[in-house]
């Protein structure tokens, strides 16, 4: 039997962000915050969600090492990596609190924004690796899909995030975030069936 130490912790991932949503603040909406909110300073179970990006985090850099060690020509694995340990980071900090009577640290807000904004990045150079590295035409078109759908959607939350376009930034931010948690699923299947 292979493992699939990507496609646990994207398991993991998920079930934790349906568990979040029970503890959520009662002013919550899934469909207008984020899922960083879900772990935001002020919350009394925001560590159901620092759980969540946390253990992500490791499982995910615990799947890097498992993959590399099978793969050691795949260096887009090291993007991985630190796209994984960005998330752990985004846990530690937590972003500000939906109400804003609530007292929070900036820096940790600040820093919570920079880490999420690293590991978005690092996801998206990874898909692109693996369409450039990619060995045939249909492998190289199913990462060019997934870049398109991440890029894409980043671009769209950005813009729902500032009030520029009215749309649902929680909505966007779940699709952003099920796109690129498809693609390690995508990805450790690659590896698996040449293995």
């Known amino acids: 039997m292979n493992r699939k130490p990507f496609s646990i912790a994207v398991a993991y991932f998920i079930v934790i962000i349906v568990i ?4 959520a603040q009662a002013n919550y909406s899934w469909t ?11 919350h009394t179970n925001k560590w159901i969600m620092q759980a969540g990006f946390i253990g992500f985090g490791l499982l995910l ?20 990596a630190v796209y994984g340990l960005s998330i752990l980071m985004s846990g530690i900090f937590c972003t500000a609190p939906i109400d804003p009577a609530i007292p929070y640290s900036a820096s940790a807000s600040d820093l919570h ?9 690092c996801l998206s150079l990874a898909i692109f690796w693996q369409i450039i590295a990619a060995p045939g035409k249909p492998e190289k078109r199913n990462h060019f ?16 995030e500032n009030g520029i376009v009215a749309l649902d930034k929680g909505i966007i931010q779940r699709l952003l975030y099920l796109s690129g948690l498809a693609w390690l699923v995508y990805q450790e299947r690659v590896f698996t069936n040449k293995g």
């Open 61 to 80: 850099t615990w799947g890097v090492a498992f993959h590399f060690n099978k793969n050691r020509r795949a260096f887009f694995l090291l993007l991985v």
């Open 32 to 42: 207008s915050n984020t899922i960083s909110d879900l772990a935001a300073q002020g």
């Open 113 to 121: 924004s920079m880490f999420a904004t690293i590991a978005g990045i």
């Open 145 to 160: 899909i997934f870049f398109v759908l991440v890029i894409g959607l980043s671009g769209v939350f950005g813009l729902a």
């Open 20 to 23: 979040a949503h029970f503890f």
